[in-house]
């Protein structure tokens, strides 16, 4: 039973056209997360959302943004995507407590983005 | 900042072997560290961490404040080991994560 799905698994889109993924859970967690992972490199947290709250990461480019419109479901919008945005895009969620601050984050099986 | 690294990118041994996969990493305060594990046509999953200081598929890490790393042992790898493995780091209050660039395992018969 999958518990983050993340949709669609592949993504192509062209140059400059806009393109929305989209991730779900159903563990009721607070904290929602996306990380880009480029071939070779480290995930890298692009943003996340604690309850509503949006909170961006310091590079995470102005391209990239996100939506979270109730708790199950997070989307990743990116306006306008370069060759350089092809990656794979993870989305991760967690049940953040006041303490201890940290829970287990529960990745989905990610969207790998190809931009022509 | 926080920094996690991870030496090796790929990382072959036969089946029986012991095998250690490094993690170094840089942070002022007392971290958290974690491996995270990822299986063929897997998602990205939590392995190990080390406040648990359990032993989960014959695997152990001891966090060493000293020289700043959490390797990752076991004693005798199987070829169901063979995965990409990740350390991560979580400092102070702050519940986000901090992902090395990930060892390649891959477990020989």
């Known amino acids: 039973d999958a518990m983050v799905i993340q949709n669609p698994r592949y993504q192509v889109t062209q140059f400059g056209k806009p393109v929305t993924l989209s991730c779900s859970q159903t563990?009721?967690?607070?904290?929602m997360y996306w990380y880009q992972q480029k071939s070779s490199q480290a995930p890298k947290l692009l943003f996340h959302?604690?309850?509503?709250?949006?909170?961006n990461e310091a590079d995470t480019p102005d391209n990239f943004q996100s939506r979270r419109p109730n708790t199950s479901f997070c989307f990743l919008d990116i306006r306008s995507p370069g060759l350089g945005d092809a990656a794979m895009y993870l989305c991760a969620t967690s049940r953040v407590e006041r303490d201890p601050p940290y829970n287990e984050q529960f990745f989905g099986p990610g969207t790998r983005l190809t931009v022509l | 900042a926080q920094r996690v690294t991870q030496p090796e990118k790929l990382l072959s041994v036969f089946k029986g072997a012991p095998v250690e996969l490094k993690c170094n990493y840089s942070?002022?305060?007392?971290?958290?560290l974690f491996w995270y594990v990822q299986y063929s046509r897997q998602r990205l999953q939590l392995l190990l961490r080390h406040i648990s200081r359990e032993s989960i598929k014959g695997f152990t890490a001891d966090l060493n404040k000293g020289e700043t790393s959490f390797h990752l042992k076991k004693p005798f790898a199987q070829e169901e080991d063979s995965a990409m493995y990740y350390c991560?780091?979580?400092?102070?209050?702050?519940?986000?994560?901090?992902f090395g660039k990930g060892t390649l395992l891959t477990v020989n018969p």
């Open positions: 942070y002022s305060g007392s971290p958290e």
């Open positions: 563990l009721n967690h607070n904290v």
């Open positions: 959302y604690y309850d509503k709250d949006f909170n």
């Open positions: 991560a780091l979580r400092g102070g209050s702050n519940y986000k994560l901090t």
